[in-house]
């Protein structure tokens, strides 16, 4: 069974190449990978490596734990774990039944510009806003 090891604090300087030379003489590597920035393709400075069986997974970390270094930078060898599952955003939503916008929380409005729900107001507070539109 394949497994993967995840491998971090690479140096900038890491090639793919350097890499494969180092944990290659642990068993055959299937997969090989060095994450990188999409622009520029500068290192993020961890990447993982996937072996053919287990028992080569465990000589590369076992024989790594510790002080190994890999182009003048300290490397963390580790089992990689498993990606857990993406949710989809439960954001918040207005309520379907009573359908006011007033019960979403507002959090990156100013106060002075969050909606006011005019029902929490008495109606002496809200007769000066009116009072323009009545005329004698």
Avoid at 64 to 90: C, E, K, M, W
Avoid at 99 to 124: A, C, Y
């Amino acid at each position: 069974m394949p497994l993967k090891i995840f491998i971090g604090s690479l140096s900038f300087n890491t090639t793919e190449e350097g890499l494969r030379r180092r944990f290659q003489r642990y068993g055959t590597i299937t997969g090989l990978a060095i994450m990188r920035g999409p622009i520029h393709m500068e290192s993020w400075g961890y990447g993982w490596i996937t072996y053919s069986n287990e028992q080569s997974a465990s000589r590369a970390i076992d024989d790594n734990v510790g002080h190994s270094f890999l182009d003048n930078a300290r490397i963390r060898v580790t089992y990689a774990r498993t990606q857990s599952p993406i949710r989809p955003y439960r954001g918040f939503r207005p309520n379907p039944i009573e359908g006011n916008i007033e019960s979403l929380p507002q959090p990156h409005l100013p106060t002075r510009l969050r909606i006011r729900d005019s029902r929490s107001r008495s109606p002496d507070a809200l007769s000066h806003r009116s009072s323009h539109l009545h005329r004698p």
